[in-house]
């Protein structure tokens, strides 16, 4: 199957066109920046999701699209309401049209657990009003569907805006973990690489046109994650826990759930799980090791990142 992936340079993104890959499809990756993942057998494009031209000519001849593009970050997102909504939400829409003009077998969504909860802001919105504009397609042109809510990722590709990376770096960097809050916070974290294997197992036909979600196996109260974390660097680090309110940012405080992240709405999604899944413990330690070596300046192996010239631009 042919399939294009907006938003493939990123992180959960990127791991799913390797996904995809591996897999068997063809795979051209579509974002505002050259990718430093793609593969010698996928096809990159640099390009805007809201210029309707180029990502016409993007999908011309496709048969499944993968939307990870537009503002991913709740923090980021409130910060930026009118970026968020220019770019999500009508970002998701053009693509939405050029799959309708396209014929496309199946439209995979990434949204969010956040859809089902009284936190996330403008970025909450941002995916509800999309998981409707998507249902409306398919109510008003027959677009197949496939809705992912990805729960709390980690794993390699991340960065500072992801919490557990935050966290791994701060223990390598500075010798201590600071919590914003009390560590009771419950979370099941899934490993970006598990995530996309998922994600790609959705092209089966018995999830058309369902809402899905993709989470953790392993339930972890965050106190219990930080002293695992401890563990792993031989007790040498300290881990403090403070009060939100002594926050320098809303970003550091924001807890956005204690327990779960779900409030009633009417719309059920079927949660997907594997049985071949990366121990969070291994992937901690993965992510760990590479942080060190990234603070150390030690040289890891790394993708061949193809030059500019080489990669069509719209």
């Not at 294997?197 to 899905?212: I, K, M, P, T």
């Not at 049985?275 to 590479?290: I, V």
Request: hydrophobic letters at 40%; glycine letters at 8%.
């Amino acid at each position: 199957m042919r399939v294009v992936v907006f938003g493939g340079a990123g992180f959960l993104g990127s791991h799913v066109a390797d996904a995809l890959s591996e897999a068997g499809h063809k795979v051209t990756v579509f974002d505002v920046k050259p990718s430093p993942y793609l593969r010698a057998d996928q096809q990159g494009v640099v390009g805007d999701i809201l210029d309707a031209g180029c990502v016409a000519a993007a999908v011309q001849g496709c048969e499944a699209i993968y939307n990870f593009a537009g503002i991913a970050e709740i923090e980021d997102a409130n910060a930026r309401p009118l970026d968020t909504v220019r770019f999500n939400i009508l970002g998701n829409t053009l693509l939405l049209e050029a799959a309708r003009k396209e014929s496309v077998k199946r439209f995979v969504f990434a949204s969010t657990l956040y859809v089902y909860s009284d936190a996330g802001g403008f970025y909450r919105s941002s995916k509800q009003a999309c998981e409707l504009l998507i249902e409306n397609y398919r109510e008003a042109y027959g677009l197949p569907y496939t809705i992912l809510r990805y729960g709390s990722l980690y794993g390699d590709r991340t960065d500072q805006r992801n919490w557990v990376y935050r966290i791994l770096r701060q223990a390598v960097t500075d010798g201590r973990i600071v919590r914003y809050g009390d560590g009771e916070e419950i979370r099941e974290y899934i490993h970006a690489r598990d995530a996309a294997r998922y994600s790609v197992a959705v092209l089966s036909d018995e999830y058309a046109d369902q809402h899905v979600i993709i989470s953790g196996h392993q339930a972890i109260k965050i106190k219990d994650l930080l002293t695992m974390i401890r563990e792993m660097m031989g007790g040498r680090i300290a881990v403090e826990y403070r009060s939100p309110e002594d926050a320098r940012s809303p970003f550091e405080a924001k807890l956005h759930y204690e327990v779960t992240p779900y409030s009633f709405k009417p719309k059920i999604a079927h949660k997907l799980v594997g049985h071949d899944y990366l121990d969070l413990g291994q992937g901690l330690l993965t992510l760990l090791e590479d942080i060190y070596k990234e603070h150390h300046r030690y040289t890891a192996e790394a993708g061949v990142l193809v030059a500019e010239a080489d990669r069509p631009h719209c």
